[in-house]
């Protein structure tokens, strides 16, 4: 019996191995192959909403990969793919240049909407980063930037680092976000020291604000610290209206959640935005 179960489990362990590495071989291929002919990608835009004044003045950018071979894969099935094997920083440029053309059209129809896009900390170690991001606002012919960036903690490892790149992009004209706060390492004094123009509160945080005492006290200490730095909140995640109550009773600034929208494609989006500016006329 004690053999079996051993066998058991060397198969186990082994054919898990081999599922992670033709997994890596899959995705090294054909995401290689999606960057060339890239029809498999696109990029689905979720509004941030002022909770003040209910406004949107800006939305984030989440790619979307559809294989022929699989369908739909989430962001979450290929991005630390593509963050270990470096294939993050063409992806990255794609996305860039897909939503600053974006911009750049939204402006032309007189729609005036910012995007956000994310950054993975390899992409901000890359040396072209900056010339990258000034690239695509010039080729997509943005006379104002009106691309903001969302970074995560993991990319305020090297402050130093972070801190050039931040000023850079914000000399350039981008607003730039600090996403998934309060999920990583950063002290209190890093967000003191760093330009930032925003936090994402984490939607873990707000996801039990309304059942448990002490996510609100964590919260509220975190938009009061925030507040007292001048830099903007964030929530994301929000799914019910209970949720955006006690945000707004604490002056959080906007938020982003299944309440509002889902991130959806490009025409859908414009139909949401169409669709809500002619209910807030009538109301
Ligand atoms: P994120 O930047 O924190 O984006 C928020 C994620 O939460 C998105 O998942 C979004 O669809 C989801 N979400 C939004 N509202 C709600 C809500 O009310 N409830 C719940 N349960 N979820 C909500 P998504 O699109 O699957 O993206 C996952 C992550 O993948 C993103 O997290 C981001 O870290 C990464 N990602 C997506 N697109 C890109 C990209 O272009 N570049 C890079 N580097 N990372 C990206
Ligand atoms: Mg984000
Ligand atoms: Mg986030
Ligand atoms: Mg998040």
Known sequence: VAKDAGKRTYRVFSSEMVDK?????????????????????????????????????SVEALVRWDSPERGRLSPMQFIPYAEESGLIVPLGKWVMQTAA????????????????????????????????????????GLIRCLIDLELTESCLIDETLAHALILQFRTMGAQVHLDDFGTGYSSLSKLARLPLDSIKLDQSFISSINEDLTSQAVVRSMVAVAQQLNIQVVAEGVEVEDQADFLK???????????????????EFEDWLTNRKKLRLVA
Request: with cysteine; charged share 20%.
């Open 249 to 267: 009773s604490i002056d959080v600034d906007s938020a982003q959640g299944y309440l509002y929208a889902k991130p959806m494609p490009v025409k």
């Open 101 to 140: 053309k974006q911009a750049a059209q939204w402006q032309a129809q007189g729609l005036d909407i910012r995007i956000a896009v994310n950054l993975s900390a390899r992409q901000l170690c890359d040396s072209t980063i900056v010339q990258d991001f000034a690239d695509a606002l010039r080729q997509a």
């Open 21 to 57: 590495a033709a997994e890596q071989v899959w995705l090294d291929s054909n995401l290689r192959k999606a960057l060339v002919a890239t029809d498999q990608l696109s990029l689905y835009y979720q509004p941030k909403i002022c909770l003040k004044t209910g406004v949107v003045r």
